[in-house]
């Protein structure tokens, strides 16, 4: 298929192999590409839009794993804020199991963001462990976007005060915080799981026969 597409091929010693990939058992392919940069405008004219922004998260395996996640739940785009971990980094890269080429990924300007979800009618529900909205009772009404934050601060305040619901994950036992990719796996899903079941709901009968 490579060489069918005109792609160079390079074989190379095991040794050569092991130096230039980034993992202890490399699979025996390593490909150099031009990563093609994505855009957010198409995503963000959606009247069913779910959106996960990312706000400065540090952790490459975290934000990896909320792309494959946002994928997963159906999202239609992830937003990144300034700050944030690149996503072609190649950790990154690895834990979105190839989600970062089926999804658009872009850093916009919080303050951008922020203006264009608003001008468009996109919801936003901010997490924060003091959230006053539990993830279960939030409004999913789509357009809606949900923003998590850094993994040790948490969204930059502006995005609270933005936030037509701020939402909290409920804690049972003594944990002290969730991690913010488990945090948007919930959200995203609840997201996800109220357009599902509106979706399967059996249609109303029908009165005066």
């Known amino acids: 298929m490579a060489r069918a597409r005109a792609i160079a091929i390079v074989e190379v010693a095991p040794h050569v192999l092991e130096a230039i990939s980034e993992v202890e058992t490399p699979q025996g392919v390593v490909a150099v590409m031009r990563h093609q940069r994505a855009s957010l405008d198409v995503a963000l004219q959606r009247r069913d839009l779910l959106l996960l922004i990312v706000d400065r998260v540090q952790d490459p395996g975290n934000l990896g794993t909320m792309i494959r996640t946002a994928d997963a739940a159906g999202a239609g785009a992830v937003a990144l ?32 963001l922020r203006a264009t979800l608003r001008a468009r009618g996109v919801r936003l529900l901010a997490a924060d462990a003091a959230g006053t909205v539990t993830a279960r009772a939030a409004d999913y009404g789509r357009p809606v976007a949900v923003a998590v934050g850094n993994e040790g601060e948490g969204l930059d305040g502006a995005w609270l005060e933005a936030a037509d619901q701020v939402v909290r994950v409920p804690i049972a036992g003594r944990a002290e915080s969730l991690n913010a990719a488990v945090a948007a796996a919930i959200l995203l899903y609840e997201a996800a799981s109220a357009v599902y079941t509106e979706a399967q709901s059996p249609p109303a009968a029908a009165h005066g026969q």
């Open 81 to 112: 804020t300034p700050g944030t971990v690149d996503p072609t980094n190649p950790k990154t890269a690895r834990a979105t199991m190839g989600s970062l080429f089926h999804l658009p990924v872009a850093e916009m300007a919080a303050d951008r």
